[in-house]
């Protein structure tokens, strides 16, 4: 298998970071032509480092979608923020990826979400790239030239690109220029394989999505979702999964079941629907909804429920 590696492939591991919402997920599915990581419209969606491996002829490239950095006391946001930041090691390239329609009209707030990435980012900077993210929402071009202006006042001499995840408008000009970042080696992982993530963690962030566009404004950053159960029967291409749904307040089980367990039904309908369609067998799908009074204030819950091995 050696002896058919190009004699220059390249191969290496890319950080995605930013501050929340800034796209970073999207990018990655687009990137890798399937969802890996879920995407809502929601900030601070991602609660761990997820990985896509993107195979090509001439290189592959493993990219770390992570939770968008922001400053905060909270103990599952200084989780997240931490994570993020844990991403940086050992990765060959660095993009960092920012919404750029929030600051067309907002310059200020750029300064506020920049300011916790300085000083991290100078000691890898010969590492970084930028993407300005999300220009198909705006049809005047020129109005990010202040937002590129402003990121070379903080950043100077690092490349930055303007992008759009959603349509793919110079994601691949931009992936050019990640690839030619990379060190010449061989494969990190067999060319079958999309993600390091296991399928019960990607299996929790289904049913994760699930809510998150269910609950709406209601209550979405107070839950969790954690696989109790996974019971492969082979001889009837069968997986049985049984989940429990945390949250955080006695009032919020109720939210999550819904009346007479209408949200709870669509929720499971939903996830049972795509968890099919990853796993290519027929799923049946068990939630169940716990409170446990300030899950995201106890760090050990918080680490236990998140850790993952890459």
């Known amino acids: 298998m050696e002896n058919m590696i190009p004699e220059n492939f390249k191969s290496g591991i890319v950080a995605l970071i930013g501050p929340p919402n800034a796209g970073k997920s999207t990018l990655l599915n687009a990137y890798i032509g399937q969802k890996i990581s879920i995407v809502t419209p929601k900030p601070q969606t991602t609660r761990n480092r997820i990985n896509g491996i993107l195979h090509r002829d ?20 200084r989780f997240l923020v931490e994570t993020a930041w844990q991403a940086l090691h050992g990765a060959d390239c660095i993009l960092l990826l920012f919404d750029g329609t929030r600051y067309i009209d907002n310059l200020s707030l750029l300064d506020k979400e920049i300011s916790p990435l300085i000083e991290p980012l100078e000691k890898a900077k010969e590492k970084l790239l930028i993407a300005i993210n999300k220009i198909d929402k705006v049809k005047n071009k020129n109005l990010f030239l202040p937002v590129m202006e402003k990121i070379a006042q ?30 010449v080696g061989p494969p990190l992982f067999p060319e079958d394989q999309v993600s390091s993530v296991p399928l019960r963690f990607m299996a929790a962030e289904i049913i994760r999505e699930k809510l998150f566009f269910k609950l709406k404004k209601e209550l979405p950053y107070s839950v969790a979702v954690e696989i109790e159960q996974w019971i492969e029967e082979r001889e009837k291409n069968l997986t049985k999964i049984y989940a429990t749904i945390y949250v955080a307040k006695k009032n919020h089980k109720q939210i999550v079941i819904g009346q007479n367990g209408r949200m709870l039904k669509e929720v499971g309908k939903e996830a049972r629907m795509e968890l099919e369609a990853l796993l290519n067998t027929k799923v049946y799908l068990e939630l169940w909804v716990k409170v446990k009074p300030k899950w995201n204030e106890d760090e050990r819950f918080i680490a236990n429920l998140y850790a993952m091995e890459f």
């Open 154 to 183: 903080y950043f100077s001499d690092v490349e930055i690109f303007l992008i759009s995840a959603l349509t793919g408008e110079g994601i691949f000009e931009l992936l050019e220029e990640i690839k030619n970042r990379l060190p």
């Open 58 to 77: 001439d290189c592959q490239i493993v990219l770390l979608d992570t939770p968008g950095i922001h400053k905060s006391n909270e103990t599952l946001n």
